[in-house]
Nanobody, 114 residues
Framework: QVQLVESGGGLVQAGGSLRLSCAAS????????MAWYRQAPGKQRELVAD???????NYADSVKGRFTISRDNAKNTVYLQMNSLKPEDTAVYYC????????WGQGTQVTVSS
């Protein structure tokens, strides 16, 4: 079973920064793509960023230039560095392994105040 543990969320003011981490187990981490999703109350879960096994990255237009996804294969961990945070970034953030969209961790709450 894939196990995902997200951490690093919190409450910040607009313009602030947070770094999220996701530790994965039960998977050969270096061989699979990883991604960050987020879900705000009353909204669909949306893709924020993804990173391939080789390190290629993609970002949603709403976060491009502000967020950076990275991975450390030695630690089985994917990160999301979030800068210049906006209130509309408020959501529960989840990581995903290998596009298994039925498998999620508990998520980590990010709240951005105006």
């Amino acid at each position: 079973q894939v196990q995902l543990v997200e951490s690093g969320g919190g409450l910040v003011q607009a313009g602030g920064s947070l770094r999220l981490s996701c530790a994965a187990s039960g998977v050969i981490f270096r061989l699979i793509p990883m991604a960050w999703y987020r879900q705000a109350p009353g909204k669909q879960r949306e893709l924020v960023a993804d990173i391939s096994r080789g390190g290629s990255t993609n970002y949603a237009d709403s976060v491009k230039g502000r967020f950076t996804i990275s991975r450390d294969n030695a630690k089985n961990t994917v990160y999301l560095q979030m800068n210049s945070l906006k209130p509309e970034d408020t959501a529960v953030y989840y990581c995903n392994a290998g596009e298994r969209l039925s498998d999620w961790g508990q998520g980590t709450q990010v709240t951005v105040s105006s």
